[in-house]
Nanobody, 121 residues
Framework: QVQLVESGGGLVQPGGSLRLSCATSGSFFGIAAMRWYRQAPGEEREWVASITTSDWTTYANSVKGRFTISRDNANHSLYLQMNSLKPEDTAVYYC???????????????WGQGTQVTVSS
């Protein structure tokens, strides 16, 4: 069974930095695109950033220039370096990946359980 597990969230002051990690475990054939999403209280889940297998990255306008998404294909891990954090970045951050469980399968979307990021003084 494939699992995604996020870590690295916490409380940070405005202007500070955090680095989120997402580890993939279980048995699978391959991972395609990976993404970070976030959901603030009372809000819908929103896309934050994406990265392809060839490291092509895209970002939401709200985080462009402050956040950096990266991946380690050898270890099936995803990262999000968050700098110059603002109170409006407060949310639960979720890892998402398109995974092929077996060679004959198509891609399926998998989600982690989320990690809380709170930006407050």
């Amino acid at each position: 069974q494939v699992q995604l597990v996020e870590s690295g969230g916490g409380l940070v002051q405005p202007g500070g930095s955090l680095r989120l990690s997402c580890a993939t475990s279980g048995s699978f054939f391959g991972i395609a695109a990976m993404r970070w999403y976030r959901q603030a209280p009372g809000e819908e889940r929103e896309w934050v950033a994406s990265i392809t297998t060839s490291d092509w990255t895209t970002y939401a306008n709200s985080v462009k220039g402050r956040f950096t998404i990266s991946r380690d294909n050898a270890n099936h891990s995803l990262y999000l370096q968050m700098n110059s954090l603002k109170p409006e970045d407060t949310a639960v951050y979720y890892c998402n990946a398109d995974i092929k469980p077996r060679p004959m399968d198509g891609l399926s979307a998998y989600w982690g359980q989320g990690t809380q990021v709170t930006v407050s003084s």
